[in-house]
């Protein structure tokens, strides 16, 4: 059972960390041909799709895990081979809202443009448009095929559109900008010049990302060719009931997740880092933020495997033992990526972002990688009301945290910058996480080894705030015992967890 989990989610984090690699390669890339400010335009572009996203697939996906692992019948066969309602219901919502959505965004391209202060873009709001319908309505077929388990189809997909983005990425704003300008790549200058406009700037970005996206449709028609449009009220209304906590628990998550960027933009003080601007601070902290992406990867890793094994698990006798046990693991594995990062941050910001501008935020680094394992604990914690359906009570929390996201922002970032921002990240998922467990103590309890985990986040924080503060005499010299220090918790660690170990290989 374990190795089962444990497999599928192992090819998910992999194709996230080589996805991600390549991906991250766009990050050293970006920041050497745009200015901070516009790498900021490129986060606040992508901070407001991702809560549109959320909107888009209003909560489909973990209600279609969870309505076929309702029609499972008394063999445990999967009913919805036989009737596929799940899955024609979800996808027929998601394609029916991605189209009334994009249109609107289309009609109403040039006063979004404007309020975004791109008004001369409205090209990007379009391309935007297509880019999140898009990534809707593949997002069904994609959970269809977590849930049964064909990871290796899945991760093969992703893999192909982040590669086609990055060749997309080169060819446009390398190649054809070079050609286009004469600097280089002659042969190809006149078609370079059709191709490449230097007015469109950064929007090259989004168009690579479009393309890419629309790629993966043809390469899923074996999930779209059975599919039947349908939208019987009596049949879904089930499903709707359970889903639209959902959607209001994901729009207010992204307010937590990503809307620290745009509240950045509109509320830090004129001038309050000397001689930048508010979207050079943007950009400077999403930079940084992309630092953790190794428990960023972790989170995403563990989401893609565990939703679809946590239901398909949650009628079993000893469902709480195996939740506690995968999330006292997930625990583990992040405290040490958190541990690694932290205490080599300089060296690994010199990998990935080769302006030194950007290196100014690298202090609020820890902070985030912390805030990320506590939205990792929420992910882990919400299964009980996911499994219960008492998805009500993720509204609730979510709504909380976008309460701390947006009322901290607007008190901290006056006096603390970006700094500010990281603090309330921190401060909204450690409370939503925290409020998840406690609830779910009262309603469906699960033997966490919480004093434990606790104990392991402790001792890694305490260990980085005193490494991080101590005057070393120089680069190796802090290094070596930095990593030494690392090494020595590793060990510790299999020690002490020698047992847990064992019983993930069952």
Known sequence: MYKKFLSQTAIYGLTGIIGRLLNYLLTPFYTGIFLPDEYGGISVFYAYAALLNVIYTHGMETTYFRFIAKEKDKNGNDLETKNGKPYNFSLSSVMFTSLILSCLMWIFAEPIATFLEYPNN????????????????????????RAEGKAMKFASLRMTVIILTLFLNFFFLYFCKHSAEGTDFLFFQDYAKLIYDPEIGLGYVFLANLIANSSVIPLLWKEFKDFHFTLN?????????????????????????????????????????????????????????????????????????????FFSQASQKNSPKTFATITHFFTIICVL????????????ANIFIRNKEYHEGLFIVPILLLANICLGLYYNFSVWFKVSDRTHFGLWISLVGAIITISFNFILIPFLGYFGSAIATFSCYFVMA??????????????????????YLGISTTLIFVCLNVEWTGFWQKHLIQNGLLILFLLITILVENRTFKNLKR
Do not use: H
Not at 124 to 145: C, M, N, Q, T
Not at 272 to 284: C, L, N, T
Not at 337 to 348: A, Q
């Open 233 to 309: 009220w009596k049949d879904f209304k089930p499903m709707f009931l359970y889903a639209y906590p959902l959607l209001f628990a994901g729009i207010a998550y992204s307010i937590n997740e990503v809307m620290d960027r745009t509240l950045l933009q509109k509320w830090l003080p004129d001038n309050f880092y000397e001689g930048k601007s508010s979207m050079d601070a943007v950009g400077i902290y999403s930079a940084c933020y992309k630092l953790s992406i190794f428990i960023t990867l972790a989170v995403q890793a563990f989401k893609y495997g565990a939703e679809p094994f």
């Open 337 to 348: 990526m958190m541990l690694g990062v932290s205490l080599n941050v300089e060296w690994i």
């Open 122 to 145: 409205a090209q990007f709001v379009k391309w935007f448009a297509g880019i999140i319908a898009v990534d809707a309505i593949v997002s069904i077929p994609y959970a269809r095929l």
């Open 434 to 455: 925290a409020m998840c467990y406690l609830l779910g103590r009262k309603y469906q309890p699960i033997p966490y080894p919480i004093l434990k985990m606790i104990l």
